[in-house]
C-alpha cells in the first residue's frame, strides 16, 4: 500500500457575496477559494424546501469550486479550531485534511424586525452566527439595508442548542 501525505489546509471564514432577487431570494453566490461561509438561516430553509439541505459552503483553494456543508455537517466542536480535521476531497483532485477556522466560536444570534406591507407592519425574525455582537449588526445590515423598516434588535439566542449526549452531537 502506498503512504499518502495528506496537507492540512486551514480554511477562513469569510462572508461570499450572495446574490439576491429583489424578493431576497438567494440567486447565486461567489466562492472566495480557499474559505468557507455559513448560509443566513432563511437561505437554508429555502433550499430545505427544494430538498437541498445545506449549512454552508467550502471552496476550493484550487479551483474555487464550491461544495456543500450539509446541515448535518455538526458538531463544531470535531472540525473547530485545533479538533482533529476531516478530509476533503475535490473535482480538481486536490485532497487535503480541513480546519475549518472560527467553526465553534460563532454563536447563534437572533434579529427581531418589522417590515411595512401595505398598511401591516409584519414582524419577522432571523437566525445566523456571528462571532460578536457586532459582526451580527454588519452580517444583518448587509443583507437587508433597504427593506427594514424598523429593527427590533439583535442578541445572542440563549438555550437554542441542546446536547445529545448518545449521539454527540448538537440538535437545534
Ligand atoms: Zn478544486
Given at each position: 500500500m502506498k503512504e499518502q501525505i495528506v496537507e492540512t489546509i486551514t480554511f477562513p471564514h469569510e462572508e461570499w457575496v450572495a446574490i439576491r432577487s429583489r424578493?431576497?431570494?438567494?440567486m447565486s453566490i461567489k466562492p472566495i477559494a480557499g474559505s468557507w461561509t455559513l448560509l443566513a438561516a432563511e437561505d437554508r430553509m429555502q433550499l430545505a424546501k427544494k430538498?437541498?439541505?445545506?449549512k454552508g459552503l467550502i471552496a476550493c483553494p484550487n479551483c474555487q469550486k464550491a461544495s456543500f456543508l450539509p446541515e448535518?455537517?455538526?458538531?463544531p466542536k470535531e472540525l473547530g479550531?485545533?479538533?482533529p480535521p476531516c478530509e476533503y476531497k475535490c473535482t480538481c483532485g486536490l485532497v487535503c485534511r480541513i480546519i475549518l477556522k472560527d467553526w465553534d466560536r460563532r454563536k447563534l444570534y437572533c434579529a427581531c424586525y418589522e417590515i411595512i406591507q401595505g398598511k401591516n407592519i409584519e414582524p419577522h425574525k432571523q437566525y445566523f452566527h456571528a462571532i460578536t455582537e457586532d459582526e451580527a449588526h454588519h452580517y444583518f445590515w448587509a443583507q437587508h439595508?433597504?427593506?427594514?423598516?424598523h429593527l427590533v434588535g439583535i442578541g445572542p439566542v440563549i438555550g437554542f442548542f441542546a446536547e445529545d449526549k448518545d449521539a454527540k452531537r448538537l440538535i437545534v
Open positions: 424578493e431576497g431570494k438567494l430538498r437541498c439541505y445545506v448535518t455537517f455538526d458538531p479550531d485545533g479538533k439595508r433597504p427593506d427594514i423598516t
